[in-house]
């Protein structure tokens, strides 16, 4: 649609506007809230008075001129989906041949070499004819005929039509004509076909638009033919009805060619649009356009400026004498309603200026309208705020008393680790061997413990730290079980908490290996998944009941085993990395145990600050 748009003078205008502007702006940005409402106020309510009659008159044009093209708009909207309902059918009865096997099978059918062509050909037609008449024509009255071609021996399987057939344009012309090849070019996609004339079955030619599909192998694609249904252009007229939005509204239907598949003048059809239109496109006249996404066929209505707007523009009379009285009842309206808006608002702000000076305290009372839901909004922000503290309050409270818990645990005083040490040397110099090396794992378990620089080592660190403690152990109990590591070489340098292993391959030997006749075996193993680092601590030992893997969730372990609670490891992961990483058990009585530890990678020691993630 073209529309003409009026020429502004906006060169003129700032110049002056700007003098004016200079002065007002520092008044009115000095004005409190309640001066500039009632100035504001008492504006929007003068200036439609004085503007009342232009103002009326130009809403009066611009609502009718809206009206009227949001109506030819829409015609032209409804005759597209007009359209595309009564075609739709045809796409669906346009797949008959390829879902009929008889048919199909006639399509792919030599009549060359068969005994008895001639004969065979017309038992054919006769089929292809009735299963037109019965399955086709019958489903749809905008189909004026329809002709199946066969393409193996170059003839009409079957026609709508048994009247009159063009036999040497059949045969000389209607292979080659653009639209049949546009048919086969496409393979089986359905194919909208502009005006065009239909010569073959119809004498004279008749101005029709058609839809074609060719029929191939849905396997192959192999092209057997086609089907054609031709819709008489008259038929097309019944989708809309006639458009008079004025007297020489005009209302044309263009195919995907551009050439006019419906004029009020028949002389017109078939020819080019623009060779219509084009004479037309210019300051006087409205064009609306609509396009079919199915058959790309597009409805132009042309409507004459001139006869939209013909009507008598109405005069609207203003009252000059009422214009005080409104002013004044404005000026009083305004004071009203401003000293309402203000009051609410200057409470907020007091309540609001105690919350800047840290008070989080304060209580914003409820008050009706958008100042109270908002002053609502900002108490139970308030409230929000001061639970959030609580809650991190309380849950660094809780951390630091994991880490204690932790820490509680371990055995660290230098003094021990300098006399284990003394007594190695001693073991080493009489020649006893055994004792030095137990005393060699110990000294390096006591000095692991004792550092506390930081809540977190490598990978490395902790496997070092378990095979010195599992040493210490063998000792103990004579060599009763063996540990064997899987360790990703690649993730040894990657960080994580200190003391994650330790509990677990305890309980393994302590608890797991308790009782047991057989050798007890320990696997660890820890490898990067996903983006994550997984730890799992599998023994072959007795197990654990249901009710002593609940306990052991809870900390309330039994006396075998670890006292800090493989609850609390679970805890301090959650509190370090926040849910979706921690502790996992799976366990069953005389099946063994396997313990499964997620944490998320850390491969540079500032993550461990804060949030590593």
């Not at 063998?474 to 990657?494: G, H």
Request: aromatic share 8%.
């Amino acid at each position: 649609m073209f529309q003409d748009s009026q020429p502004t003078d906006a060169a003129d205008q700032p110049k002056r506007v700007v003098p004016t502007m200079r002065h007002v702006r520092p008044l009115f940005r000095h004005m409190g809230l309640r001066q500039k409402l009632i100035l504001t106020f008492a504006c929007f309510i003068l200036l439609p008075l004085l503007l009342v009659g232009g103002t009326l008159s130009w809403l009066y044009v611009e609502s009718n001129r809206s009206m009227l093209l949001d109506a030819a708009k829409e015609n032209n909207r409804q005759v597209v989906r007009n359209i595309d309902t009564s075609m739709s059918p045809l796409l669906r009865l346009s797949m008959f041949p390829v879902q009929n096997p008889a048919l199909f099978r006639l399509m792919k059918k030599d009549y060359f070499a068969v005994p008895y062509p001639l004969l065979e050909r017309q038992e054919d037609f006769d089929e292809v004819n009735t299963i037109i008449r019965d399955s086709i024509m019958l489903y749809s009255d905008l189909i004026d005929s329809t002709v199946i071609y066969q393409l193996t021996n170059h003839l009409v399987l079957g026609r709508s039509s048994l009247d009159y057939l063009n036999r040497s344009y059949l045969e000389n012309q209607f292979p080659q004509e653009p639209f049949v090849q546009s048919i086969m070019a496409k393979k089986g996609i359905y194919v909208p076909v502009g005006i065009h004339d239909e010569k073959l079955l119809s004498n004279p030619p008749i101005p029709v638009v058609s839809l074609g599909r060719a029929i191939v192998d849905p396997f192959t694609k192999e092209p057997y033919g086609f089907i054609l249904f031709n819709i008489h252009v008259a038929n097309l007229k019944s989708l809309w009805s006639d458009i008079h939005i004025t007297d020489n509204t005009r209302f044309y239907l263009v195919d995907e060619q551009g050439n006019l598949i419906y004029s009020q003048d028949a002389a017109e059809i078939g020819r080019p649009a623009n060779d219509i239109l084009g004479p037309q496109k210019d300051a006087g006249h409205y064009y609306i356009t609509s396009a079919s996404q199915l058959t790309g066929w597009s409805t132009v209505t042309v409507i004459p400026k001139r006869e939209l707007f013909g009507f008598v523009y109405t005069i609207v009379e203003t009252v000059a004498i009422s214009l005080v009285v409104l002013l004044a009842l404005s000026i009083a309206a305004s004071v009203f309603i401003a000293t309402g808006i203000t009051r609410p608002l200057l409470n907020l702000e007091r309540k609001m200026k105690l919350v800047t000076e840290g008070n989080l305290d304060v209580t914003i009372d409820a008050a009706p309208g958008e100042v109270g839901r908002i002053g609502t909004a900002i108490d139970r922000m308030l409230k929000e705020i001061r639970r959030l503290i609580r809650t991190i309050y309380d849950e660094e409270q809780e951390k630091r008393q994991m880490e204690i818990l932790a820490l509680q645990s371990q055995i660290r005083p230098h003094f021990m680790y300098n006399t284990l040490n003394a007594m190695k040397w001693m073991a080493k110099i009489q020649g006893a061997s055994g004792i030095e090396e137990a005393l060699t794992a110990f000294s390096s378990v006591i000095r692991f413990t004792a550092t506390t620089k930081s809540d977190f080592v490598t990978v490395k660190e902790e496997i070092n730290f378990i095979r010195d403690y599992a040493k210490i152990l063998s000792f103990r109990y004579l060599n009763r079980f063996e540990i064997e590591f899987d360790v990703d070489p690649n993730i040894l340098e990657y960080r994580i908490l200190k003391f994650m292993l330790q509990p677990l391959v305890e309980n393994a030997i302590f608890h797991g290996f308790d009782e047991i006749s057989y050798k007890g075996k320990v696997a660890i193993r820890i490898a990067e998944e996903a983006g994550d680092i997984v730890m799992t601590v599998t023994d072959n030992g007795r197990g654990m009941t249901p009710e002593e893997r609940i306990a052991a969730d809870r900390s309330e372990a039994p006396e075998k085993l670890n006292s800090i609670g493989l609850g609390n490891i679970h805890k301090r992961i959650e509190l370090h990395f926040g849910q979706g990483y921690g502790l996992s058990l799976h366990s069953e009585l005389n099946h063994g145990t396997t313990a499964k530890i997620v944490v998320p990678v850390i491969d540079k020691p500032e993550q461990e600050a804060g949030d590593p993630l």
